[in-house]
């Protein structure tokens, strides 16, 4: 089982291509798949209000307008959507403005022991800092339809993803691995 997990500021887009693709890709394959979409939660110093107070958009009501109810608990949906789904691995994709939230929803389920592996524009552009998180486990560099094929297969089988080629990953004794 696979857990796609789209972080995302509060109503911005929706999500990218990268996510239809990959479900997909996996579906495909024979993953089981689901979505963790953060688009139609209130997170961090980017709400709505924020955007409404520096004048990026017109007043409006989100769910009489829009028909979107907005939600708050962000880290407890995640933590029940992990619990129920039971996936064995996470793919995460992110921009930079997404990448704190998505190193908040990791630890958040840090104690299941899921292999996650984070993919996207940013950790494209900076994997060394994406590594450098402490949850953030394996980067996935440049397009990602066959790396997490590949990935979600050595997980599967319970091999080590090593020598997967467009990843970078840090080993149990903090070591990069830095694959081409």
């Avoid at 958009?57 to 407890?76: A, C, M, Q, S």
């Avoid at 950790?123 to 979600?152: D, N, W």
Wanted: hydrophobic share 40%; aromatic share 6%; proline share 6%.
């Amino acid at each position: 089982k696979v857990l796609l997990v789209y972080p995302n500021l509060t109503m911005l887009l929706v999500p990218s291509l990268a996510i239809a693709l990959f479900t997909g890709a996996l579906r495909k394959s024979g993953y089981q798949v689901d979505l963790f979409d953060t688009t139609h939660y209130i997170w961090g110093p980017t709400s709505l209000d924020t955007r409404r107070e520096n004048l990026q958009h017109r007043p409006f009501d989100t769910e009489k307008d829009l028909g979107v109810r907005l939600k708050t608990d962000i880290i407890g949906d995640f933590i029940k959507k992990v619990d129920e789904f039971q996936p064995d691995l996470l793919i995460v994709s992110t921009v930079e403005d997404t990448f704190l939230q998505a190193v908040e929803l990791l630890d958040a389920v840090k104690e299941a022991k899921i292999p996650n592996i984070l993919g996207g524009v940013f950790a494209t552009m900076a994997p060394e800092v994406a590594l450098s998180y402490p949850q953030v486990q394996m980067i996935g560099v440049g397009e990602g339809e066959e790396t997490i094929i590949e990935v979600s297969e050595r997980i599967r089988r319970g091999e080590s993803c090593d020598d997967v080629r467009n990843v970078r990953l840090k080993r149990p004794d903090g070591t990069i691995v830095s694959n081409p």
